[in-house]
T-cell receptor
Framework: GQNIDQPTEMTATEGAIVQINCTYQTSGFNGLFWYQQHAGEAPTFLSYNVLDGLEEKGRFSSFLSRSKGYSYLLLKELQMKDSASYLCAPTGGGNKLTFGTGTQLKVEL | GAVVSQHPSWVICKSGTSVKIECRSLDFQATTMFWYRQFPKQSLMLMATSNEGSKATYEQGVEKDKFLINHASLTLSTLTVTSAHPEDSSFYIC????????????FGPGTRLTVT
């Protein structure tokens, strides 16, 4: 089975850095996706980690530890438009993605 | 590249009627398409996986006779909600995978279904 745990809500200040953690237990793990979803819209791809370590892409970075079943998404220089839900999604068997409940990030002035 | 469209973007129907939602990959061939449902303030729940030319694989608890999925070509999959009820009102999102071997799924913009 799949079990994904991430915080429900987080609040941060514009210009700051925020780290969203995700722990998972899954069978047939291939890699882990992070998606951003604004209310009423479909998810948009942020990152995909297969190997252990940190991958940086502009203001967003994602980290994976396969042995610990742990990942985090790091957002730097926060902007108001970053207010959204961030979904952690490990890949399991059969090409399937299993989404966590998402972390609702609110960026304040 | 890798654009997925959905039609309609929103639909209102009466209880007891059927609604068809289309999912198209516009610039790539989608060997596998996925259908998700998302209720307000909840995460995406996978309903079924469809491969072109074969029957869809439904997740546990999803009624295959109520949610009919057809993946007739490498660029089109349809989801038909039959005998819709108000509790079927939700945000339905499709995604597609290409044949490159990548695990990445490309998401459509979603369809908001309201059953009255």
């Amino acid at each position: 089975g799949q079990n994904i745990d991430q915080p429900t809500e987080m609040t941060a200040t514009e210009g700051a850095i925020v780290q969203i953690n995700c722990t998972y237990q899954t069978s047939g793990f291939n890699g882990l996706f992070w998606y951003q979803q604004h209310a009423g819209e479909a998810p948009t791809f942020l990152s995909y980690n297969v190997l252990d370590g940190l991958e940086e892409k502009g203001r967003f970075s994602s980290f994976l530890s396969r042995s610990k079943g742990y990942s985090y998404l790091l957002l730097k220089e926060l902007q108001m438009k970053d207010s959204a839900s961030y979904l952690c999604a490990p890949t399991g068997g059969g090409n399937k993605l299993t989404f966590g409940t998402g972390t609702q990030l609110k960026v304040e002035l | 590249g890798a654009v997925v469209s959905q039609h309609p973007s929103w639909v209102i129907c009466k209880s007891g009627t059927s609604v068809k939602i289309e999912c198209r990959s516009l610039d790539f061939q989608a060997t596998t398409m996925f259908w998700y449902r998302q209720f307000p303030k909840q995460s995406l729940m996978l309903m079924a996986t469809s491969n072109e030319g074969s029957k869809a694989t439904y997740e546990q608890g999803v009624e295959k006779d109520k949610f009919l999925i057809n993946h007739a070509s490498l660029t089109l999959s349809t989801l038909t909600v039959t005998s819709a009820h108000p509790e079927d009102s939700s945000f339905y999102i499709c995604s597609a995978k290409g044949s490159s071997g990548s695990d990445e799924q490309y998401f459509g913009p979603g369809t908001r279904l309201t059953v009255t």
